[in-house]
């Protein structure tokens, strides 16, 4: 399978535990996003990364969340102290060096997180 | 803020009929939009694009319509079969590296 992989496809936590999703870009991609979508809604851009480095986050983007991408394939968006208004579904896509900063995305399937 | 939207929040068409997805713009910077199908549990999935420069492209079954003048965009699926059902978003790209999507609308195809 040569498409975006997310892990887990569903996550059920208490309120105020963390929790961690990965994400497996396509392989040549160096471009990686995260987004949220909540139900009835669009997706809504949270992070960007260009091989390691983290070039851009949104508001949205709280000091309880946290993405890393190392070594630049996969990469982690960790959750703390999670609370009911995160759950969403978290989607990452991934696009390759031809395609500028936000052109040619191919998404995940998402983890789907219920705070409980 | 601004944002991209869609005039209707559902659709429900016959097995075989033409369907018209309309989606509205107000941000005039805005110089690529896509259109991308969501199914229940899934992520979406790119159908068709279209840059600021052009006013229509064709794909399978798909055609993308841009008015620049009055800031709409507009899906056309063809001969619309039972798997065409799903939820349906426009995005738009400012010029950055987020793409800013609409609500959705959900297509309804009945045999």
């Known amino acids: 399978d040569t498409g975006v992989s997310q892990d887990p496809r569903h996550k059920i936590t208490k309120r105020g535990q963390n929790v961690t999703f990965r994400c497996d870009p396509i392989s040549e991609h160096n471009r990686l996003y995260w987004y949220r979508q909540t139900l009835g809604q669009g997706p809504e851009f949270l992070t960007y990364?260009?091989?390691?480095?983290?070039?851009?986050k949104s508001r949205l983007l709280s000091d309880r969340f946290s993405a890393e991408r190392p070594k630049g394939s996969f990469s982690t968006l960790e959750i703390q102290r999670t609370e009911q208004g995160d759950s969403a579904m978290y989607l990452c896509a991934s696009s390759s060096p031809t395609a500028g900063p936000g052109y040619g995305y191919t998404f995940g399937s998402g983890t789907r997180l219920t705070v409980v | 803020g601004e944002s991209v939207g869609l005039h209707l929040p559902t659709l429900s068409v016959q097995e075989g009929d033409n369907s018209i997805i309309n989606c509205a713009y107000s941000?005039?910077?805005?110089?690529?939009f896509i259109w991308y199908k969501q199914e229940s549990g899934k992520g979406p999935q790119f159908i068709i694009d279209i840059r600021s420069n052009m006013d229509k492209r064709q794909g399978q079954r798909v055609t993308v319509l841009l008015n620049k003048t009055v800031k709409h965009l507009s899906l056309q699926i063809a001969a619309t079969q039972p798997g065409d059902s799903a939820v349906y978003f426009c995005?738009?790209?400012?010029?950055?590296?987020?793409?800013?999507f609409g609500k959705g609308t959900t297509l309804s195809v009945s045999s």
């Open positions: 990364f260009q091989n390691e480095a983290q070039l851009e």
């Open positions: 941000n005039s910077a805005s110089d690529y």
């Open positions: 995005a738009e790209n400012r010029g950055g590296t987020a793409l800013i």
